[in-house]
């Protein structure tokens, strides 16, 4: 079964706007960590957002946020005002400790095209 | 700003060759880890190490093999590459392997095997 669920193969957001990738998870454990990162054609990996398990409030960083609902296993990113420099692909990762030895997860992630 | 580096960036080569990716970080970091990704595609584990002498296999089976002699130096060789070796390859590390401790990736080798 897939630990990261990204449901949204293609996303296309307006300059400007506020977009939201989804991202459903799966542990059993109470101490886990969830990431986003962004690939953008060049092919790195930059890591954008944290949030830990035990964490009450949602985690922010400039633009970006993550909708944290620990309830419904989701990890949702939320860009708000988008560029153009923003189109990428967009990772969702879990760190958990129980059977997974904190070796992180992978979704299949998100393309965002921002069009101006 | 992490320091991860890869070496080469692109690397076109023929098949049957050996080949070996160099990965090095000046983060002090314990654990590191290699990726095989297609373009647009998900990220498979391939190979990991908690420290020096360690290393591990990863989810995806993989001729390749890793040693780790040096805390900062992570490389990956194939004794014969073929063309389903085809693929970028991203190396990562870590501090540590608690939750919260964040993957740091290196800007990654485009290999293509004729």
């Known amino acids: 079964a897939q630990k990261i669920t990204q449901t949204q193969p293609g996303m296309f957001v307006q300059e400007k706007e506020a977009v939201t990738l989804d991202c459903t998870y799966d542990?059993?454990?109470?101490?886990?960590?969830l990431f986003w990162y962004k690939q953008p054609s060049s092919g790195e990996m930059i890591f954008l957002i944290y949030?830990?398990?035990?964490?009450?409030q949602n985690a922010t960083e400039g633009r970006y946020s993550l909708n944290f609902q620990k309830a419904r296993k989701s990890a949702n990113l939320v860009i708000s005002a988008s560029q153009l420099g923003d189109s990428a692909m967009y990772f969702c990762?879990?760190?958990?400790?129980?059977?997974?030895?904190?070796?992180?997860?992978f979704g299949r992630g998100t393309s965002l095209i921002v069009h101006p | 700003e992490a320091d991860i580096y890869q070496t080469p960036r692109y690397l076109v080569i023929g098949t049957g060759k050996k080949i070996t990716l160099e990965c090095s970080q000046t983060?002090?970091?314990?654990?590191m880890y290699w990726y095989q990704q297609d373009p647009g595609m998900e990220l498979h584990l391939i190979h990991y190490?908690?420290?020096?002498?360690?290393?591990e296999k990863g989810d995806l089976s993989s001729e390749s093999t890793v040693s780790r002699i040096r805390t900062e130096h992570f490389p990956l060789t194939l004794e014969s590459a073929r063309p389903s070796h085809t693929s970028q390859y991203l190396c990562?590390?870590?501090?540590?392997?608690?939750?919260?401790?964040?993957?740091?990736f290196g800007p990654g080798t485009r290999l293509t095997v004729l």
């Open positions: 990762a879990m760190r958990e400790g129980q059977g997974g030895s904190y070796i992180p997860t």
């Open positions: 542990t059993s454990d109470q101490s886990y960590g």
């Open positions: 190490s908690y420290g020096v002498n360690s290393t």
């Open positions: 990562a590390s870590s501090a540590g392997g608690r939750a919260a401790d964040t993957q740091y």
């Open positions: 949030q830990g398990s035990y964490d009450e």
């Open positions: 983060m002090g970091h314990d654990k």
